[in-house]
């Protein structure tokens, strides 16, 4: 037990370095797309920042740009422009002279992590506010979001598929199951039951446990010093709210939405009052659902690569170790933050399906 | 906002979509189903189970109680048993004991009956053999007496005022 113990803080102390040394190693790139030269090295954190929160073309693990040692690997860019389809690899970004690819025709550029399109010598024009003006296809690349959510799929699929392979051959769990089964049965018992019911909650068990593990896993991921950021993309957080949110309406009962429109048991004018505030709160729910976990996750990315980059702020020893704990420190807290995201958003839409199934029997 | 906006990829957001509902609809069918099925199944075993345990404790207890009745009962009716085979042994020994002294009364009364008899005949017989006897005495004496006439008239004579006096 000891010894499993302090395996589990040695992975915990090995992640911390290991994200750190990912600081460190891309904490003097350079940002290809923008003008060379020095920066300071406060500079240099920002960009790191902004660089790992943004969604990114290619997978990269680390190394720089500017001096040929970055190591990372090309994804699929998927483009839809003007009912054309264009596919390239994002390496092609970076081979061709002026970083613009030409496909069937049509010349495409990376500029500040967007794909737009451009002339032949890739000019990009700017408005006032250093915006670029030109146009943008539709990008349905793979990015590295995109590719890292295949990747926790897969992992999923696997992790849940063996699982479940285990339960065929003998009721009794063994291996990961005894680990996983603790967690089923929390979404079941503690999450589904109490708030939708026992008549129903089987209907949306399936969405909990998957919109939970999913969550988890991909936050757990994201803790990890790959750089990966799941869900804390508001795109990705507002695919899972819409799922609940459309879940809930397709699932309202009468009762549901008698309670939207015409609320019983209060006086006429009250109804009327309320009704446009019920009808709000239909949307502001998943809308809170999305952008709490969004929230959530992207500040503890950026707190955590904040205090990382204070460790290179400061020179003095001292500071660099009290840094480097509190770094520590906070990846253990966003390891629970990790968890408990998943546990709200599976406990809110459990909330909601529940308040759309509930059946109130009126005296 | 504006920013927030700028950051919100279409892209992300359609791949997002497809991928999750794709991972929901493959987990349902290849993990959720069999996994909560196991699961439920299991539960209603353990239940079953643990039921069927306290059924069988009940039965336990009430079989001991059962046994615990049979014992009292029988202890009760070796009871009985008992008391009534002392009764009839009290019983019969105070009735061989009535009978004895009763058949041993009889037995002592016909003997004193027996005794009596035998008395009374050994009386009357002794009388028999004493009045014989008086009687040969008497008629020897007689003979003696009588062989002069004398004496015999002074006998009768004697015998005659005898009753006169009567």
Known sequence: MQIKRFGFLAFLFALSISWAANASDSHDSHDDHDEHGEKSIKEQIAEVKEHHLKDSHSFHLWGDHANGTSVEFPLPVILWDEGTIHFFMSSAFHHAENETVESKGSYFRLYHSKIYKTDAEGTITYDEHHHPTNAKPLDLSITKTVFSTILVGLLIIWLFGSVAKNYRKDAVP????????PLIILVRDDIARPNIGEKHYKKFMPYLLTVFFFIWIANLIGQTPLGINITGNIAVTLGLALITFFMTQFSGKKDYWAHIFWMPGVPYLMRVVLMPIEILGMFVKPFSLMI????NILAGHVVIMSIIGLIFIFSAWGAKGAFFGLTFFLSIIELL???LQAYIFTMLSALYFGSAVEEHDHH | MEKLINDFSVGLFFWQLLLFVLLLLV???YAWKPILNAVEDREQSIEDALNQAEKAREEMQKLQSDNERI??????????????????????????KGEASAQAENIISSAKEQIKNEKMAAITDLKNQVAEMSIEIAEMVLRKELEDKAKQSELV???LDNFKMN
């Open chain 1, 174 to 181: 063994r291996g990961i199951s005894k680990f996983i089964e």
């Open chain 1, 292 to 295: 709490r976990l969004y929230a």
């Open chain 1, 337 to 339: 933050v990790a968890f």
């Open chain 2, 27 to 29: 987990l349902r069918k």
């Open chain 2, 71 to 96: 014992l009292a009962e029988a202890r009760a009716e070796r009871d009985t048993i008992l008391k009534e085979a002392r009764e009839i042994k009290d019983k019969m020994i105070s009735d061989a």
């Open chain 2, 157 to 159: 004579k004697g015998q």
